[in-house]
């Protein structure tokens, strides 16, 4: 008996399933999905219901039925009324109130409970008859297969029509041998509609459900994945940047520390050598080697150190060279960044274009004869651009290229090392002398 009453109070439970953890995203899409319904069937019954006043009504009145039993069709037609304005009340109601989950669970449940009771007295009012409990039996199946709200509201509204309809036969005054003949008909069908009602509603339920938690499984994963793949870019770049930081590192410590110890070895020997008389152009010679390559370092230190350089950095790091390659052979460099001047370049494009514009300067303080040399370091739309430009005269190379450009004076590894970034190196002789690097801000995708 226990057990027979727990399975009775599992098919009318509002949660079939128990408590899960997207219980309230369920009931908030049965009872939206149910409000939806409802206004179907209460769009349905006005529409049914309007034609039948013309013929049950006038009809019956044209051909003299409401004088042969009036109780009758006065019921009818009061019946009927109320189900047109009922009906129409509530679409009015459900225009005007607002979508969520409690409002749609109560106007399903009410037009389900109004509608099952509506039908229940459509199917009792009256003497028991041929068209009667039929309408009244598919008025029930309509509910419990439509409107399926998680309320009980409905299923128990199914279960007051059964004394509504005992009640309305006698107050009727249907006789008893008619009642007795008729009256197991009202509980099979009040009966097959809870069923159909709730075995709906549970499949429903464990449909929602489903889709609920599937979709919060995948928004769990999708949420993994990301924290994944940021994890992993992370993870990445630190050791991009350890890997950076220990190449600088090293260069530093080693290469460094050997070449500044070279440079000292160099000034003692030079001192050495002129206090014996002999002459030093050899160990001068070998210190500008030296220095060369310490500054070499240097700025190769400089570009590894950050996975980034600002245009910014990059023009103030061949100002310091220009400005002391021009000094000395008694030129003046001017050096200056516009457009984005705070755009990021990677350090290896940095890099690159630094090592350009230093062959750039290098040639116009060597060959140009002239006595400005002015270098431009620009970003905009999405472009890199260093520029370096002498007033002197431009003294052409050898051509080497298949296209007769110009390919002496470092030509050509600046043009490798422009296309090698994918962007191009121009010159221009017009007005002394214009080299023109372009490359792309961010690098190029990989295929």
Not at 32 to 57: K, M
Not at 198 to 221: F, K, P, T, V, W
Not at 338 to 360: C, F, K, N, V
Not at 372 to 383: H, I, K, L, M, N
Request: glycine share 8%.
């Amino acid at each position: 008996m226990a057990s027979l009453l727990d399975r009775l109070r599992s098919a009318f439970a509002v949660h079939p399933f128990g408590e899960t953890r997207v219980q309230g995203a369920v009931e908030s899409d049965l009872a939206a999905q149910a409000r939806r319904r409802a206004r179907v069937v209460a769009w349905a019954g006005l529409l049914v219901n309007l034609p039948l006043f013309y013929v049950d009504e006038w009809l019956s009145l044209q051909n003299g039925y409401w004088a042969q039993n009036p109780t009758y069709y006065w019921g009818l037609l009061v019946w009927r009324i109320a189900a047109v304005v009922s009906l129409g009340a509530y679409l009015v109601w459900d225009r005007r109130t607002p979508r969520g989950p409690a409002p749609d669970r109560r106007l399903a449940s009410a037009l389900g409970a109004w509608f099952v009771l509506l039908g229940g007295a459509f199917g009792i009012w009256f003497e028991p008859n041929v068209f009667a409990f039929p309408l009244y039996a598919f008025t029930l199946l309509l509910v419990a297969v439509l409107i399926h709200p998680p309320t009980r509201a409905v299923p128990g509204a199914m279960l007051a029509t059964l004394p509504v309809i005992v009640v309305g036969a006698v107050l009727y005054g249907t006789s008893a041998d008619v009642l007795a003949d008729q009256i197991e008909f009202p509980p099979l069908v009040v009966a097959l509609a809870l069923v159909v009602n709730r075995s709906i509603y549970r499949q429903a339920y464990r449909n929602a459900e489903s889709a609920r938690l599937l979709e919060r499984a995948n928004g769990e994963l999708s949420a993994t994945l990301d924290e994944l793949r940021d994890a992993q870019a992370r993870l990445v770049e630190a050791e991009r940047q350890a890997e950076r930081t220990r190449i600088s590192r090293d260069l530093h410590d080693s290469v460094g520390a050997q070449l500044s110890s070279l440079l000292a070895g160099v000034e003692l020997a030079r001192l050495a050598r002129r206090a014996e008389g002999d002459s030093p152009v050899t160990l001068d010679e070998v210190e500008a080697d030296a220095r060369e390559a310490l500054r070499q370092l240097r700025e190769t230190v400089w570009a590894l150190h950050s996975p980034e350089i600002t245009v910014e950095g990059l023009a103030a790091q061949l100002r310091r060279f220009a400005e002391a390659r021009a000094r000395r052979a008694g030129m003046h460099a001017a050096v200056h960044a516009e457009g984005d001047r705070y755009g990021a370049l990677p350090s290896a494009h940095a890099l690159q274009l630094y090592r350009i514009g230093q062959e750039a300067v290098q040639n116009a303080v060597k060959h140009s004869g002239g006595s400005t040399v002015s270098v431009r370091v620009a970003a905009r739309d999405g472009r890199a651009v260093v520029e370096v430009t002498d007033d002197g005269t431009f003294r052409p190379p050898v051509p080497v290229a298949g296209d007769g450009a110009p390919s002496g004076f470092g030509m050509t590894t600046m043009r490798d090392r422009a296309v090698g970034l994918g962007g191009s190196l121009d010159v221009a002789t017009e007005a002394g002398t214009t080299v023109r690097a372009s490359v792309p801000l961010a690098p190029a995708p990989a295929d």
